[in-house]
């Protein structure tokens, strides 16, 4: 597994700056140690941009508690069905696969 910032991942709005050059955005910072794990600036103050990089923010601090999901998940399904073998295409034992090694593998 890729190494990664260790979750819960908080996604939080910021504003910086000095006038005129004040900015905002969104950080997304691990909740254990505040380290921040990325930036996504808000280049406007208004509109869908603002909202669109709020919801990004939400999704990417989401991360490693989807990715420990979908382990489970994949596991589980594994154990289940007693699979030894690559799920078919297009399945979602397949696109769980997928979204794992998207998540894990440089």
Known sequence: MSA?????WIAREY??????NTHR?????CS??????????DYCFYGE?????????RLIAAAPDLL???????DLIE?????DREPAEGSVG???????AKATQP
Request: glycine share 8%; net charge negative; proline share 7%.
């Open 4 to 8: 990664h910032t260790p979750g819960p």
């Open 15 to 20: 504003v910086g700056g000095v006038a005129p």
């Open 25 to 29: 955005g969104c950080e997304i910072t």
């Open 32 to 41: 254990q140690n505040t380290q921040i794990v990325c930036e996504i600036p």
């Open 49 to 57: 941009e603002v909202e669109n990089n709020q919801a990004n923010a």
């Open 68 to 74: 420990a999901a979908l382990i489970e998940a994949r």
């Open 79 to 83: 154990m289940l069905a007693f699979v």
């Open 94 to 100: 397949h696109r769980i696969r997928a979204a794992i």
